[in-house]
């Protein structure tokens, strides 16, 4: 959040007490169960703690989330506007900043920098031949649920929804598909805040670097060769 928004939900930072914690596994054990009991105890936005001794607000309400997203002056995308960051409560070496700390991305900007990018992603993921990504989703679906004969059991997260969502992120950025278990494995690093974030998000980025230089030699019918082409620079 902008730091000089004068917006009446701009939260006190530090936060002294009465935070959540998302941190330590918790909210995995049953999410379903835990992010309810947040909403009874603190309706739509409820305090939290990312990491230790770092606050913030989690914005659970469909209402307000549209407030984040469309209010772009009060509510700031940009990183490097965030009190957490510019006041030093999220540590250098901490693992949340491979998720939360400012990079040059469509998530990370405010203004015309964001929609400039927005419009390429957008037109772009326009070009997704839809009736080919359901095909290869459904075979990659059975061949998962296949898999399962042996054991005649399997976790629906780690067994099933992640890997598919992988490999349909895969096929359509255009990375060779020996890459793919390793994708996942970085993701779920970087997105669970593991200690070892900042290395996964680091060889992820190579990974994306190699990417495009690869499409830009040899373009193919992938999201990465469509945004090169794209006119927005």
């Known amino acids: ?5 004068q917006s009446p939900h701009e939260c006190p930072v530090p936060f002294h007490g009465g935070l959540v914690p998302l941190h330590g596994g918790l909210p995995d054990q049953d999410p379903g169960r ?3 009991g947040l909403r009874r105890r603190w309706g739509p936005i409820a305090p939290v703690e990312l990491g230790p001794g770092v606050g913030a607000w989690l914005v659970m309400g469909y209402q307000e989330v549209l407030e984040l997203v469309w209010n772009e002056r009060a509510f700031s995308s940009d990183a490097r506007r965030w009190n957490s960051i510019t006041e030093g409560f999220l540590p250098e070496d901490s693992p949340l900043l491979a998720v939360l700390g400012w990079r040059p991305a469509l998530n990370r900007l405010d ?3 964001h929609r400039r990018q927005r419009r390429a992603v957008t037109e772009t993921l326009n070009g997704i031949d839809l009736r080919r990504l359901r095909s290869v989703a459904r075979q990659q679906a059975e061949a998962l649920v296949d898999g399962w004969a042996t054991d005649r059991t399997a976790d629906l997260v780690s067994q099933y929804a992640r890997p598919l969502v992988w490999s349909a992120f895969r096929m359509l950025v255009g990375l060779p598909r020996s890459e793919e278990r390793r994708l996942g494995a970085l993701l779920g690093s970087i997105a669970g805040g593991a200690h070892d974030a900042a290395r996964a998000e680091a060889e992820l980025t190579g ?4 990417l495009v230089a690869a499409k830009r030699e040899v373009p193919g019918p992938d999201l990465t060769s469509w945004l090169l082409a794209h006119s927005a620079p």
């Open 1 to 5: 959040m902008d730091q000089n928004s």
């Open 34 to 36: 835990f992010y309810e």
């Open 111 to 113: 203004d015309q920098a």
């Open 207 to 210: 990974m994306l670097h190699r």
